[in-house]
């Protein structure tokens, strides 16, 4: 049994070592190092998985294996040994130097020049070439030889699956509701003609407490003859779940609370679903029936233009953008698009496989695309976007030959096909090519095809074509290794075998760890932007139109937002009106909030804490302010009329109020960098300059409330030239704009926080993948409605951004109560800056991990005090529990 101190060392060992790799997956340009440094970069995310989710059964001699195979990296070696050790945590300092430096922050140089040795080749001579890869290869086969047996053994898995049984439960009971409400809506009542909508398999989304959310398309008057003029599409975000408003704007939400909504008649779809002009249906299902809660024209949010070239050619499949040789290749865009393909379509066959819409195999001819109008970079492109993914619902599907007998070399047909699937994308080529090759005569008995021809194939190019090839990656062999093989599930199943549990929910979950988690890893890894994509098959001849043309937008950012977001690509505040509406929830924790801030704010004549904002501006015309900001305290950058405080969204102004909300005695400074909700070429240089200013006013606190997916490193250098007391707090991204943690949010010196609901749980609408490394802060971010009536908000703001307003002022609070009077002495406090901040907060969410986020809970403070009547007592309370916090460190 291994120690809590010991899976410390090791994951801090691990965050340590995959921070210096990222570093030089952005620094290489040389394939062989980046290759290397990717493969090594999903090794540590494996292990870390492992760790975490085994802290207290993780095998000793794994764990001892393992760390052997980091300090080897560390000083740049394959072959490394340790010395036999007698103790425990005390002695992995002694018995593992190099990890030893990157676990306690000492210096991570010399893991650093260790893995840009054994990295780069570039300049290298053949032989040092040679000898180089000879290294690498040896590592990676220590990570797998201990990789699997971790896998093989019962007791522990390299990954646990991240979704529970009851959100399973839940997921398989809204698509069997969704595909009997779709079924009851096939036909077009006027013309007998069916009705197939796609669905997005890149717009799935899962609800807090309030169900599934998915993204469809359906087409515009599908019984129409239009003489060969393009056809047109209606999007749809349509909600499975209870009977919540979840998805109504902020402007129809009093509607739909007074009057209930009635179902749409099965005779009435078609109208409904044509001739919106462009329109966004938000739809709910009940348990026989659709209703249309809402619609919106996307113009103001920005979408693509979707359409059918003609109408009996609607969409684009997989086989014919095969056959066009789209994929065939292997430079960097190509193998974006294939590794983007690989993991949209392997979750989707694990979210839909035993769902009545995925009767049988996906194949290349039932997975189709759209042609798109798509705006990048101001330029509106005309295309096939391989990123979007859809799958029909035909309840009306053309009869299909089928043979006499089933191919019993696999025992799971759907993963099967998948794996046949994801071999034609990485070749380009369809498996139906290689049928004359004279190594596929054996399988065509006759020169007939029978189930097992395209298997078998498949399997022979895996061996004879894939696993030899150094340009294919890794993770995608693996992949499809796996698929063409059924042993290795059957392994899983097996050990996953347990009281209770069907063979179904083993396959899945052994799917989710074998299959989805591998690529989503990989698709972080590489990518700072995964689904910015060029159109890889371009429609030209095609002319854009605007609204009066007829051509139905898709909505990529599928919640409706505020008009006073983030001024970013990747938009921090949105107001999602009709969520559960938990009203009392949230009035509670700003009650608690109220009671701690009386206990922290205490007079006593303290410095005040000073809390910079830098975000759209500030004006007290966005709020019934009775409170303002000192002449000096605003600082325009955008035009520099500092005299005359300005916010053309709103957004910066009500970061503004949240952090006042929570911390009524900071001294506010509003930097005004942001004109609009939109980027300019120097946004980022008034940020730098901002950080500066900040600087010279000896702030506390810097809220970043926006962030891009791309770094930037003028910014990146300002921030990590501030001074080490001042504590940088930004948002972390909502998605679905953002698939993963922007920037500045993910970088070290930052704090980057999330968002959960009044309930104190992450919130799932919201909330990007959490990090890797280190901690997830995650605080109150999602239908804000604060208790205060000294301002009022003309709705109930959500985002992560407004998340990271509240934690600056909780910040602010125990940085006030650090310089009481109470908080001096023998036990006197300094809690001013990042890593002493970041060990409170750890403190404070410990109880309350969610989903992979920290949740802070700022009234645990208050569970200290119980039974103690004097306030003054009661600070005494805090402040020794807050001392021996820091004690630690």
Not at 493 to 510: H, N, T, V, Y
Not at 607 to 632: K, Y
Request: aromatic share 8%.
């Amino acid at each position: 049994m291994l120690e809590e101190s010991e899976v410390d060392f090791a994951l801090e060992a691990v965050g340590g070592l995959e921070e210096i790799v990222k570093a030089l997956i952005t620094r290489y340009k040389n394939r062989g190092a980046s290759v290397f440094c990717n493969l090594l970069n999903a090794d540590l995310c494996q292990i870390r998985i492992w760790l975490e989710n085994n802290r207290a059964q993780a095998d000793p001699s794994y764990f001892n294996e393992i760390l052997t195979v980091l300090e080897a990296i560390c000083k740049g070696s394959s072959t490394w040994k340790p010395s036999p050790a007698t103790g425990k945590t005390a002695d992995l300092t002694e018995k593992y130097p190099e990890l030893t430096k990157l676990v306690s922050k000492a210096t991570y140089k010399d893991a650093r020049l260790s893995l840009d040795k054994l990295s780069n080749d570039t300049g290298a001579s053949p032989k040092e070439k040679a000898s180089r890869q000879k290294r690498q290869m040896r590592i990676h086969q220590r990570f797998e030889h201990v990789l699997t047996k971790i896998t093989n053994t019962e007791a522990a898995g390299v990954v646990e699956p991240r979704v529970t049984v009851k959100e399973d439960n839940d997921f398989s009971a809204h698509l069997g509701t969704l595909y009997t409400v779709l079924s009851r809506y096939s036909v077009c009542h006027d013309s007998s003609a069916n009705i197939v909508p796609r669905i997005s398999l890149s717009g799935y989304r899962r609800h807090d407490a309030s169900g599934s959310v998915f993204d469809m398309l359906f087409p515009d008057h599908p019984h129409q003859d239009r003489d060969g003029s393009p056809c047109n599409w209606q999007n749809a975000v349509v909600h499975v779940g209870p009977e919540v408003h979840v998805l109504a704007s902020k402007t129809f939400q009093d509607k739909i609370a007074a009057q209930p909504v009635p179902g749409i008649e099965y005779h009435e779809f078609c109208g409904t679903i044509s001739g919106r002009h462009q329109e966004q249906l938000f739809l709910t299902v009940s348990k026989k029936d659709f209703k249309l809660h809402h619609s919106e024209c996307p113009d103001s949010i920005g979408a693509n233009v979707w359409m059918m070239t003609a109408p009996d050619s609607p969409a684009l499949s997989l086989r014919k953008i095969l056959a066009r040789g789209e994929l065939i290749g292997s430079n960097r865009a190509h193998n974006k698009v294939k590794i983007i393909l690989f993991y949209l379509l392997t979750k989707g066959v694990w979210q839909f496989y035993e769902s009545e819409l995925m009767p049988t195999e996906w194949t290349k001819d039932t997975v189709e695309f759209l042609f798109e109008h798509r705006e990048r970079n101001g330029t509106l492109t005309a295309g096939v976007f391989l990123n979007q993914p859809l799958i029909s619902a035909d309840f009306h599907p053309t009869p299909q030959k089928q043979h006499g007998h089933i191919n019993l070399a696999h025992s799971f047909p759907k993963i099967r096909e998948l794996g046949i699937m994801l071999l034609e994308i990485l070749l380009g080529r369809e498996i139906d090519s290689f049928r004359t090759e004279p190594e596929a005569a054996t399988w065509l008995p006759g020169g007939k095809v029978t189930p097992y021809t395209d298997h078998r194939i498949a399997v022979w190019l895996f061996k004879s074509k894939i696993q030899t090839d150094s340009d294919m990656i890794k993770p995608l062999r693996d992949v499809i290794g796996r698929c063409l093989d059924d042993q290795s599930f059957k392994r899983v199943i097996k050990s996953k075998a347990s009281p209770g549990q069907s063979l179904s929910s083993r396959l899945r979950e052994a799917m989710y760890e074998q299959l989805v988690i591998p690529l989503e890893s990989l698709l972080q890894v590489m990518y700072d932007q995964p689904y910015d994509l060029s159109p890889l098959h371009e429609l030209n001849g095609v002319p854009a139109t605007d609204s009066a043309g007829g051509i139905r937008r898709a909505q990529q950012q599928t919640i409706p937002v505020r008009n006073s977001r983030a001024p970013t690509a990747e938009v921090m505040g949105a107001t999602v009106e009709g969520w559960p509406d938990d009203e009392n929830a949230c009035k509670r924790w700003f009650k608690e909030m109220d009671i701690l801030q009386g206990l922290l704010l205490a007079k006593g004549n303290p410095q005040n804490v000073r809390i910079a904002i830098v975000d759209t501006g500030f004006s007290q015309e966005w709020g019934n302010l009775d409170w303002g900001i000192a002449p000096g305290n605003y600082k325009d950058f955008i035009d520099g009329q500092d005299h005359e405080r300005r916010d053309n969204t709103g957004h910066g102004t009500d970061v503004a109020k949240l952090v006042l909300e929570v911390q009524e005695r900071a001294e506010l400074y509003v930097a005004r960098v942001f004109e609009d909700e939109r980027l300019t070429d120097n946004t980022f240089q008034k940020v730098e300059k901002a950080l500066k200013w900040a600087v010279e006013k000896a702030v506390d606190i810097i809220v970043i409330a926006s962030g891009t997916m791309k770094p930037l490193d003028n910014v990146a250098k300002a921030i990590n030239t501030l001074p080490d007391h001042i504590l940088v707090i930004a948002a972390a991204g909502n998605l679905p704009d953002c698939d993963r943690v922007v920037f500045p949010a993910r970088m070290g010196r930052v704090m980057h926080i999330f968002a959960t609901t009044a309930r104190n749980k992450a919130s799932r609408a919201l909330n990007p993948p959490p990090l890797r490394r280190g901690y997830n802060f995650a605080i109150l971010g999602e239908a804000i409605r604060p208790e205060s009536g000294g301002w009022e908000f003309d709705e109930r703001p959500s985002g992560t951004s407004f998340a990271a307003a509240i934690a600056a002022g909780f910040a602010g609070c125990l940085l006030h109560f650090s310089r009481l009077p109470v908080a001096e002495g023998e036990r006197a406090l300094n809690l001013e800056g990042y890593e002493k901040m970041n060990l409170i907060f750890e403190e404070l969410s410990r109880d309350y991990r969610d989903q992979g986020y920290d949740c802070i809970v700022p009234w645990h403070l208050l569970n200290l005090i119980t039974g103690e009547v004097e306030n003054e007592g009661r600070r005494r309370r805090i402040r020794n529990y807050l001392s021996d916090v820091l004690q630690r460190m």
